[in-house]
């Protein structure tokens, strides 16, 4: 079965840039195709889906976080990365990695088969 674990840290300040990593197991990135999602959720709000990589290193990003988001991947750790630019306390949310067979059309947990259990980030000085 496959498992994702996301990590990094909890707190991050102000303009600071915000970096996270999706471990990924019982599956492998980079030869099992499949879009390798971040999704975050403020408090109070809906999921937001950030970008996302695939087996081949295609990246797509959502449009209302393109210009501060980059995502990466280390297929012989079989990780993929997260980093937000100029964090603002805007940015304060539960931050999950997700696999999904297409990229999502809507903000729903139905478009992933699986998903980590979600890390706390805040950001705050």
């Known amino acids: 079965q496959v498992q994702l674990q996301e990590s990094g840290p909890g707190l991050v300040k102000p303009s600071q840039t915000l970096s996270l990593t999706c471990t990924v197991s019982g599956g492998s990135m980079s030869t099992d195709y499949y879009y390798w999602s971040w999704i975050r959720q403020p408090p109070g709000k809906g999921l937001e889906w950030m970008g996302a990589i695939t087996d081949s290193g295609s990246i797509y990003y959502g449009p209302s976080l393109k210009s501060r988001t980059l995502i990466s991947r280390d297929t012989s750790k079989n990780q993929f990365t997260l980093q937000l630019s100029s964090v603002t306390p805007e940015d304060t949310a539960v931050y999950y990695c997700?696999?999904?067979?297409?990229?999502?059309?809507?903000?729903?947990?139905?478009?992933?088969?699986?998903w980590g259990q979600g890390t706390q980030v805040t950001v705050s000085s």
């Open positions: 997700a696999r999904g067979d297409h990229l999502p059309y809507g903000s729903s947990w139905s478009e992933y088969d699986y």
